[in-house]
């Protein structure tokens, strides 16, 4: 088996991920009212999920540690973002068990030491 079709076979393993991009659509209002302000009018905006995003494949030609780093980013973002949904807002009660239990709940890989450290910076320095 030749080293692109394992790679392709690997990929379709993959479950999805979940992202979304926001979007904002306005409120229809009837025609014949006047037009209100814009601060009027920013708040009457409905906020809207849309489809999740295309993934591009990552740049070739950079070392093996950039990608490594970039993948582990990736994941303490996704780990920070469910913490911050369930109600973690301070990196004090992030745990190394609280982040790894939340991997095991949105189905991450178990993370490293170094991903929860980066967690936790991740809602440290987002405050």
């Not at 009018?41 to 780093?69: F, I, M």
């Not at 178990?110 to 320095?125: G, K, N």
Request: proline share 9%; aromatic share 4%; net charge positive.
């Amino acid at each position: 088996m030749d080293n692109s079709s394992r790679r392709f076979r690997h990929r379709a393993r993959r479950l999805p991920m979940a992202a979304a991009r926001l979007t904002t659509t306005p409120t229809t209002t009837r025609p014949s009212t006047p037009r209100p302000s814009a601060a009027k009018r920013s708040a009457e905006q409905v906020v809207t999920a849309c489809a999740p995003l295309l993934k591009s494949p990552l740049p070739a030609g950079r070392p093996r540690e950039w990608y490594v780093t970039h993948n582990r980013r990736l994941k303490a973002m996704r780990l920070a973002i469910a913490l911050l949904d369930t109600g973690v807002h301070h990196p004090q009660t992030a745990d190394n068990g609280r982040i790894r239990a939340t991997a095991d709940r949105i189905g991450v890989h178990r993370p490293s030491d170094t991903t929860c450290r980066m967690v936790r910076a991740l809602i440290r320095y987002g405050r």
